[in-house]
């Protein structure tokens, strides 16, 4: 239809916005333009408010109708938005951030579920999907744009339109998906179908390297306990490899019960220790890699008091994620350059939570990896480990989950001192630990022993290597072919070996 046949003709604007952010304005500059505006509702109520001129659905049909938004569905409304005379030509609609509802804890199901709109998606597509005829707007930010171009040229161009076509079907399904994501939650094997609904939550400089854009997406109905809950309470903007460092910290961190402390630079542990409390966590964690915890993220389980910080003023460490910090300690912390102070609620993983990587055309789908232990500790040497070298198996173990694979952990006392992480001979991987221990152990922990921690089986040449480093206990997933020549090297060698019963790659 031409520019002079569409002036020629009453233009029609049907207006359904659970987000009123702009709605007066926008529709005075419609009626400007010449066109008639109709609408229901709080959306109805919002205009006579703002002294817009409107008609109600019963007046457009020229049917009593409901005056709820359920008229929006009679087939009248369906055949204007289908082409059909007289049309819609404009439509704006947008729907109740549904993803707040999901997330509060405190409503029941059936009020989130009163919180679900039947009409306005529906709608959306409706206008959508006849986007060479309907103008179809979900965003309020897209008002002005589109009374600019009405007004310049008295009509939108089809590419423009379906720009504005494809965000709108976005839209509707992210609501959607919002809403199945939110009854969906529980299932026995994986589903044969899985929506992901993504909102941008935050624009990044970049992403891994400069050259690559970055954005940090919620995931919609997510737990509100994960990165997305992250509050910054002081410093800069989170970088992407921030969010990466902050998911293995925190997790790591809050691993275990007694005070801890995790540093993770590039995704990996650099160091992991408990204490009797978290500044002297801190200190050992730091210390069992000092170069590698540079400029690394920490994570700790407890709120950072004025001792803790002061070690942290000390070191440098790009950022600290706590559930909390004191006063004094935020005080102390903001004097220094360069660092983010992060907030997090408790570590809480929901049950069957999925956890999701992308691959060229595709996504890989599994439970995450929340069980680091069987049922129970199975002790398979002779020699069973003393209560010492049971709690550094413990730390070592729990580092070992989170590093990459093959991965090899040794501990001192309670303290992370050598990380073998991504390699691709687990022997390697065992012999790099020992490498970096042995720079370290006699100095730290003194009288403590030494114990290492495996994600993967061991075989008897992993036990010797593990045993000429001066390693005394042994904790492994078991469950390989290799066991038993694995014990009887342990038996050999005096070594106490511990089998999980589960394992933990992590590529």
Known sequence: MSARKERDRPRVALLHV??????????????????????????????RQGAAPHMSLSEFTGERLPADALGMLHPKIVAALSGEKPGIDLVAVNLYPLAEATSDASLSQDEVLA????????????????????IPLCDPDDYQQAVDTLKAYDRMLPDRRQTLAAKAFHYAAYYDSTVAQYLGGEWDELPDAVVVALKKSADLRYGENPHQKGAFYTLSGARPWGLNAAKLVYGGPLAYGHYLDLETAWELANA??????AIVKHAVPAGFATAADLEKAARRAYAGDPRGCFRGTAAANRQVDAQAAE???????SCIAAPDFSPKALHLLKTKKDIRLVTLPSALIAPRELDLRAVAGGMLVQERDQR??????????????????????AVAWHAAMH???????????TGVIGVGSGQTSRLDAVR??????????????AGEPLVLASDGALTAEHVHA???????????????????DAALACDRRGVALVAAGVRHFRH
Do not use: W
């Open 432 to 445: 790099l630990a020992l490498a970096r221990s042995q720079e370290r152990h006699p100095i730290l922990a």
């Open 372 to 393: 680091p232990f069987a049922d129970a500790l199975k002790n398979v040497s002779k020699r069973p480990p003393t209560e010492r070298e049971m709690a550094g198996l």
């Open 115 to 134: 919180y679900v709109d039947p009409v306005g998606p529906a709608l959306l597509r409706a206008a959508a999907r006849n986007f060479k005829a309907v």
């Open 18 to 47: 659970a987000d009123r952010t702009g709605i007066v304005e926008f529709a005075h500059a419609l009626l400007e333009l010449g066109f008639t505006l109709v609408a229901t509702g709080p959306t109805a109520t919002a205009l």
């Open 311 to 317: 070690f942290f003023a000390e070191e440098f460490v």
């Open 466 to 484: 593990a045993a000429a480093g001066g390693v005394t206990a042994v904790l492994h997933p078991g469950g390989a072919a290799s066991d038993k």
């Open 403 to 413: 590093a990459r694979t093959h991965a090899a952990v040794i501990a001192r006392g």
């Open 256 to 261: 275990v019960s007694e005070p801890a402390c």
